[in-house]
Structure formats: C-alpha cells, structure tokens
C-alpha cells in the first residue's frame, strides 16, 4: 500500500530541510577547521617603546631626538600587549613582517561575534613628520560596503597621528626590522 500524497510530501520536505542543516554544519565546520592556528606570542612591550613613553610622561623635554629599533617579534610583543591592555579591540594573535617595501600583518579579528582570519599589506611613509599609511592588500571577508568603511576608519584613525607629542624624522625598513628616529615635541 502506497503512503498518501502528502506524506510523502511531507517526509521529502523533511529530507531536504535536514539535508539542508547537515550542509551548513558541515560548511561551518570546514571553515572553523581550515582557519590557521592562532600565532601565539608574549604580551610584552618592547623596553625601547616603554622608556621613550616614561621620558614624555615626565615632561623633561622639549626638542630631544629619540631613536627606537623594534624587530619583527618585539613589534609582535608590543602589539599584543597593547591587544591584552585593552580587550574592547576586537583582534588577536598578531603576527608581522617587516620588509623594505611593506609591512605585512596578520591575526584574528571577532566581527560580529565570529572570528576570523584577517590580513593586510600596507606601505609605510613619512610625510611632515607623521607616518602616512597606504594599504597595499586587505584580505577581510566582508561585503564590500562594510570593507570600505573599516578602510576609512583605518585612515581616520591614522590621522590622530598628528596627537602624539613626537614627530618622526625618519624610518629605516628593512627585512625584519625597523629603526624610528624622531623628535619630541
């Protein structure tokens, strides 16, 4: 005897709704699997940045040069123990390098509650005395609309530069390393 119409109907819905839900968790589980494993490095800032920062807090100068050298690690420590200091930014697990011609960074962001993989490629110039910052490569996985405002935000953000009490004279890029000299204001 042959089930009615409906029931059949019904137990095909059923099947593809179910087919449905195994696809996506499958999906999701491919993605949160094929995400890299986080770059995990010391929160530590470099000593360097720490004893530039204490001379200006102590307000004993006015014009004085200053020179700091970070490395790849030591900038990757730096960051993430400004990242550790202050959790409302939503990334994580920093990793830089340092080349010549551009400064790559990558890590883990939380947009919208997930986390990602994010990455960028950017160029790093001095322009009167403030560092200007040209994004070479943004690899987000975000719809166009929503890059672009981050985008602006980032440039937005690079213009409080002009709030710090140092200007730069001068930045040396080289393969896994950076050498800052600047004056303060």
Do not use: C
Not at 64 to 90: D, F, G, K, M, S
Not at 155 to 168: H, K
């Amino acid at each position: 005897m042959k089930a009615p119409k409906f029931l059949r109907k019904l137990n095909i819905n059923t099947l593809f709704v179910v087919i449905l839900i195994v696809a996506n968790l499958f999906t999701w589980l491919r993605l949160l699997l094929a995400m890299p494993e986080p770059y995990l490095v010391d929160p530590v800032r470099d000593p360097e940045v720490v004893a530039l920062l204490e001379y200006i807090r102590s307000g004993e100068h006015s014009g004085e040069e200053w020179v700091v050298h970070l490395t790849e690690e030591e900038a990757e420590q730096t960051i993430a123990w400004y990242l550790n200091r202050y959790p409302q930014i939503p990334f994580a697990h920093p990793h830089v390098e340092i080349t010549s011609d551009y400064v790559f960074g990558e890590g883990d962001a939380t947009i919208t509650g997930l986390r990602v993989h994010v990455s960028g490629k950017a160029s790093v110039t001095l322009e009167n005395g403030l560092p200007k910052v040209e994004i070479l490569e943004l690899s987000l996985p975000l719809p166009r609309p929503i890059r672009q405002a981050l985008e602006q935000e980032i440039d937005r953000q690079l213009q409080r530069a002009d709030l710090l009490p140092v200007r730069f004279t001068s930045a040396e890029w080289h393969d896994g390393e950076v050498i800052v000299e600047g004056i303060i204001r």
